[in-house]
T-cell receptor
Framework: DVKVTQSSRYLVKRTGEKVFLECVQDMDHENMFWYRQDPGLGLRLIYFSYDVKMKEKGDIPEGYSVSREKKERFSLILESASTNQTSMYLC????????????FGPGTRLLVL | AQSVTQLGSHVSVSEGALVLLRCNYSSSVPPYLFWYVQYPNQGLQLLLKYTTGATLVKGINGFEAEFKKSETSFHLTKPSAHMSDAAEYFCAVGPRLWGSNYQLIWGAGTKLIIKP
């Protein structure tokens, strides 16, 4: 079974803080994704990576950056947290092509005060 | 442009009743269609998917969905609801060309409420 772990389930940060969310997978999946989940908006893609050190912006990259130095690890960075970044953040992985299954982590619920 | 619409942000059914969650999409190419489920305090997991072949797709936990090209729909059904089906369900469609890659478009989600 694919396992996707996220560094924190719940996180509370102050406005202006730099926030790191980490995602680790235990399978050899090329693709990794960061989504933001908000009520009524579904999942919105922030960034994705299809290989080590490769990254592409998704639908809502503003205010975020990512890092993928190793295949199994994909980090999401909030450079200067703002209250409108309060949300649920989901990491996902996928091996190969688009029609393959995405595997999700349990999510990190971030509250920015 | 591709899009996906899930009708109803909340659907309530009685235990034992038919579950019907609606998903309509628009796509200029043959679509890949997915249903994912999110149980409380968990990540999403795949329920079922259509990529090619048989248009009636069976998934886990007794769910199934039928790809109807003429109606651009991929509705999710289950004959008899169980309390454990209470969750949020997401429909997703691809391929969406994004830069040099392809991505999915996600619906807004439907929360399924099961009444005892």
């Amino acid at each position: 079974d694919v396992k996707v772990t996220q560094s924190s389930r719940y996180l509370v940060k102050r406005t202006g803080e730099k926030v790191f969310l980490e995602c680790v997978q235990d399978m050899d999946h090329e693709n990794m994704f960061w989504y933001r989940q908000d009520p009524g908006l579904g999942l919105r893609l922030i960034y994705f990576s299809y290989d080590v050190k490769m990254k592409e912006k998704g639908d809502i990259p503003e205010g975020y950056s990512v890092s993928r130095e190793k295949k199994e690890r994909f980090s999401l960075i909030l450079e200067s947290a703002s209250t409108n970044q309060t949300s649920m953040y989901l990491c996902a992985t996928r091996k190969g092509r688009l029609q393959e299954t995405q595997y999700f982590g349990p999510g990190t619920r971030l509250l920015v005060l | 442009a591709q899009s996906v619409t899930q009708l109803g942000s909340h659907v309530s059914v009685s235990e034992g009743a038919l579950v019907l969650l609606r998903c309509n999409y628009s796509s200029s190419v043959p679509p890949y269609l997915f249903w994912y489920v999110q149980y409380p305090n968990q990540g999403l997991q795949l329920l079922l998917k259509y990529t090619t072949g048989a248009t009636l797709v069976k998934g886990i936990n007794g769910f199934e969905a039928e790809f109807k090209k003429s109606e651009t729909s991929f509705h999710l059904t289950k004959p008899s609801a169980h309390m454990s089906d209470a969750a949020e369900y997401f429909c997703a469609v691809g391929p969406r060309l994004w830069g040099s890659n392809y991505q999915l478009i996600w619906g807004a989600g439907t929360k399924l409420i099961i009444k005892p």
